[in-house]
């Protein structure tokens, strides 16, 4: 199942998202589409779009995170259990933004779980939520390190840790 929206809602996104649509109708996915960091970090300040960090408290608090992020854990606990509440969750976190029908950006470590995030949101009735590829800390590289060759940090994006 691909995801598909009103012509009309799309041209009320920013262009970047707009592509991000365009892209992810191309490839199929289920939800609206994907962002890089750098324009995750543009739309959030420009308030366009609410970003929302799906990853657990644990990685949060020993690996950073963004400052003004919203945080809905998709899974929780160092076993990262799913989050059985997600939904719910983010819905009342962005509901002051519109709800479900919010431009919602979804992060975790390296774009994997929030991919997972944004399909679980897209088929509970959220209109407009996007992943962030590459994520907060980025793919492995090739020595099992990351943060090395892309992901939110390695772009010099802001963050901070407790």
Partial sequence: MSYDTPDSAISELPATLEQARADARLRQLTYAGGVSPIDAWALAQNGEAVLVDVRSAEER??????????HVPWATGTSLTRNPRFVRELEAKVSSAGGKDAVVLLLCRSGKRSALAAEAAAKAGFSAVFNV?????????AH?????????RFHGLPWVQD
Avoid: M, Y
């Fill in 61 to 70: 608090t020993f690996v950073g995170h963004i400052p003004g992020a919203v």
């Fill in 133 to 141: 590829f590459e994520g907060f800390e980025g793919e492995l590289d």
């Fill in 144 to 152: 099992q390190h990351r943060g090395l060759r892309d992901g939110w």
